[in-house]
DNA sequence: CTTGGCACTCGCACCGGTGGAGTGCCAAGC
DNA sequence: GCTTGGCACTCCACCGGTGCGAGTGCCAAG
């Protein structure tokens, strides 16, 4: 049974209505409210319809209707038109990000700034390693068997990692070997750094070779473990902005945003910038986030994303509002890392 | 009015209690879980008194009694003697923290290991800038007007600092940069760096002053504004553990415990290593971290603290055992810190 | 100073009644 | 056939009253 127009237009005044006072929407105030032009009873039988199809439903007999999932996702994606920014929202935007001194900066202002605007929580990633190329890469001598190896990819991130070597290493081979892997590893994209390192090695005069081969190891482990993805978090205290939403169970979100894997899982699948996701309640596959919607985009300098980034709230979230703020932000991100 | 043996017995009593059960507690339970051995009626006795001189509280009229902040203060510096670990938790402490690879990973492993012990808030900064000594400084190139600046410390903090120029810069001026720069900080303490930076600037060549200049006043930013202390924070889902204790009040919570500066206020105010201090409730000057305590420790690799680690929980928390605790991780740490 | 006894005070859980919001259904109207 | 007003029904939220239990303060005796 396909729904007429006017039963999409009771859905969406519905999600609205219900978005912004929180309670059950009963169907006087939304013929009052939404200039619908019918009366309270046919506007009944349209919320029948939609609760038979699975839009609405109600917590209990005789209360009003609220959303279901499916309704907010029927909502999203074709009852809702993205709000613009106002043009003080985009000028807050592009003055506050304006003042970042370095990539760290940047992103911390990032996610404060989304967190502010959203009144949610905010989670922005750190450009990735692997879409990310080799600036310069830095040995500094620590003590007679270990060397700081510091990576400093184009996006700004710089990486450090102890290395231990079996043996000790001098000033003069510390130098070649930072010669010899710069000549091979800068400008390259770090996703095909283990080419390049693996005919680095065999290219090695044979003194250098075995230290060459703890530097291969650790620089491998750092690119290939996704352990070096970072991310940064904002706005938790927003959570608690509607007791309501978490009836208790703000425990397990909490707990799911101290895990970085499950974050990045959930920010980090993105392809091109500008692109966003919409995550709605049970979609959501991670335990312990069922009942949050998450909105995420893309951000990046060319035509292919950095990194993602995004934020996390309950699934009744003003989506129209929450996706152009995400938008907007990840798109001045981008810009401003092009611009390094 | 002094205080005699028993009274106090009393009060440690009902602290311990009290920080197990979460409840009043009233005299008959006291007498009967603690062989004290004395009748219900005498302990009231000594409940009155404790109370008259506002050790403890009653919630309401025929309620149990409860530990007001001076009374957790009593404790806290009288009664407690200090738990030491299970030889299970120093063995856990060090496995856990032995794996590290570098600075950040010994941070963020400290601080889920210390909300893990304690089950409650952690808190670890990152070793201060400014007792810190330079290991080494790099330039990396980035434009013709645009330098990296990247700071190595003998802690293994690694702090990078976009730096633009007013005019463009040769290789051969980086390179010379980098070996004055160099030869004049590398192994000084931080502290004393603007005194170097000075006389470096004075003794730079006529070309490299004004690229000198602009150098310096960076450093001294990175140095002088505390903006570079870092911090991490693990376990804020432990907030959660007794709702009871954040009466609608995790919200103040939260927000203080996304203001970096409001956390190294707390933690960051530390002299010598091993030394601990405990906040209880009000004594916490942070609005909004009232009704909180807070247990702090510095940790360093000599005499003078690196920096301060700690965690933050409801008053009515296990006191001897957070100690305990925070100062055994704080030394691990040290003696970790220590090894490289 | 300690102890048992006792009256007293509250908080809390339980209960039944009431008001109101909102629904579903139906019969009439366009 | 869709829309509309009317109406009975359901169920929650609120309210005041009640009984119970925990815990206290006080007192008089040991």
Redesign the interface.
């Known amino acids: 049974m396909a729904l007429d127009e006017r039963k999409l237009e009771v859905l969406r005044a519905i999600v609205q209505d219900y978005v912004s006072t929180h309670e059950p929407v009963g169907s006087k105030v939304l013929a009052e409210r939404h200039h619908l032009r019918v009366s309270p009873a046919t506007i009944r039988n349209d919320m029948a319809a939609l609760e038979d199809e699975g839009y609405i439903t109600q917590p209990h007999t005789s209360a009003g209707r609220v959303p279901t999932e499916k309704g907010y996702r029927l909502f999203v994606d074709k009852l809702s038109t993205i709000k613009p920014l106002s043009p003080a929202e985009r000028k807050a935007i592009q003055t506050f990000l304006a003042g970042a001194?370095?990539?760290?900066d940047v992103v911390s202002r990032t996610v404060r700034l989304l967190a502010q605007l959203t009144r949610q929580v905010a989670v922005v990633q750190y450009p990735s390693l692997t879409r990310s190329a080799v600036?310069?890469i830095?040995l500094?001598q620590?003590g007679a068997t270990r060397l700081?190896l510091?990576l400093?990819t184009d996006t700004?991130r710089?990486e450090?990692?102890?290395v231990e070597f079996p043996h000790s290493i001098s000033d003069e081979q510390a130098g070649s070997l930072r010669t010899a892997i710069n000549t091979a590893l800068a400008g390259e994209q770090l996703a095909e750094a283990p080419d390049q390192i693996a005919t680095l090695l065999e290219s090695a005069s044979p003194e250098l070779r075995p230290a060459m081969t703890t530097l291969a190891t650790v620089l491998l482990e750092t690119l290939v473990e996704k352990r070096e993805e970072r991310i940064m978090l904002?706005?938790?205290?927003n959570?608690?902005r509607s007791?309501i939403d978490f009836p208790?169970t703000?425990?397990p979100v909490?707990?799911a945003?101290?895990e970085q894997m499950v974050l990045l899982k959930l920010i980090g699948e993105v392809d091109s910038p500008s692109a966003f996701r919409v995550l709605i309640g049970d979609e959501n596959q991670v335990e312990g986030l069922r009942g949050t919607s998450v909105v995420t985009a893309g951000y990046g300098t060319g035509s292919t994303a950095l990194a993602g980034l995004g934020v996390l709230g309950p699934t009744r979230m003003d989506y129209p509002g929450t996706i152009s703020a995400v938008r907007a932000v990840a798109r001045y991100v981008g810009d401003l890392l092009a611009g390094?």
Chains 1, 2 share one sequence.
């Open positions: 001194v370095d990539l760290d600036r310069h830095e500094v620590v700081l510091v400093i700004g710089v450090q990692r102890m904002a706005g938790t205290a959570l608690t007791t208790g703000l425990r909490l707990e945003l101290e390094n």
